[in-house]
């Protein structure tokens, strides 16, 4: 049986897909905004396109000589072909457009799940240092395959603590590959996981952090959303991962407190603290 939805969307979908578009539309505006010091569509339409500065007012609301920028940020459309090949040039390639708008994460806050080879293909892609924790040795066997053996839990709670935006979609890709399976417990751990690594792959990533709120809904009606054995669910709310943020700009080092668990070597590190303190 599927893993039910706690509070079931009251559209068929229709406004998740349209806040998906304006999450990616948006990932795209703040890389852009990141890299030229602005927020604001018309100054970019100036540092970016060198266009002269017109209007005053409300950003979204005066008419400009190109809307490109506006309609980014607004999820009314992605770059083209054409303006990812310019703001790659404009900005000596340090803008990559291409990697936001076509991020794997997109494809998982779908409706419906990919199906499981997808996922495969999508976990076979990561680093190796993700692959380590998901294959032997990270790599294919002698016929070219990898061997997708279930990880256990330390090995996603070491994932978790990479704090990449690509340990995030490995996390979405185990938790939606224990949704196809309708396992709670495969779908309940890297959704977890991947909840507390999101304030810092949003203090990371310029890009997904602006207004990133938009974003947090979007994965929290897919994944943080789901009733488990007998009628059992977590909440997640978002203001612990605006704490979070808070806390890593203040110090880059910060200890965030977690909902997944520790990995084992955590535990052990912590106690053996304990015991030094204790000797003390």
């Known amino acids: 049986m599927p893993i039910e939805f706690r509070v079931p969307p009251e559209d068929g979908w229709v406004s998740h897909i349209k806040e998906v578009k304006q999450a990616r539309g948006t990932a795209c505006y703040g890389a852009l905004a990141a ?8 100054t970019l339409e100036w540092r970016a396109d060198r266009r002269e500065l017109y209007g005053q007012g409300d950003d979204d609301a005066d008419p400009s000589a190109s809307n490109k920028y506006r ?17 790659r040039g404009r900005t000596g390639g340090s803008v990559r457009l291409e990697y936001w ?7 998982l806050l779908a ?26 040795d990270g790599e294919p066997n002698l016929r070219g395959r990898f061997e997708h053996v279930w990880p256990e839990g330390d090995r996603i709670r070491a994932i978790r603590n990479q704090a ?24 309940y751990l890297p959704s977890a996981c991947a909840y507390d690594l999101l304030p810092r792959v949003l203090y990371g990533n310029p890009a997904l ?57 955590q535990l052990q590190q912590a106690r053996i603290r304990d015991a030094l303190l204790e000797q003390a």
């Not at 974003?215 to 897919?222: D, G, M, S, T």
Request: aromatic fraction near 10%; charge should be neutral.
């Open 71 to 87: 309609r980014w940020r607004q999820g009314k459309a992605l770059p083209s072909s054409d303006s990812i090949e310019f703001i």
């Open 209 to 265: 952090r602006y207004r990133w709120e938009g974003l947090f809904a979007c994965i929290e009606r897919l994944f943080w959303n789901r009733i488990y054995y007998s009628g059992r669910f977590s909440v997640f709310p978002i203001e612990a991962v605006r704490v979070g943020l808070q806390a890593l700009d203040a110090d880059p080092r910060a200890v965030l407190p977690v909902v997944s668990g520790p990995t084992d070597r």
């Open 101 to 107: 708008k076509d991020l794997p994460l997109w494809e």
């Open 35 to 42: 890299h030229f010091g602005t927020e604001s569509p018309k």
């Open 111 to 136: 409706p419906v799940a990919p199906p499981i080879s997808r996922l495969h293909r999508l976990l076979e892609q990561m680093p190796l240092s993700i692959r380590l924790q998901l294959f032997d």
């Open 164 to 187: 990449s935006v690509e340990a995030l979609i490995a996390l979405l890709c185990l938790a939606r590959k224990g949704e196809e399976m309708e396992d709670d417990a495969r779908h």
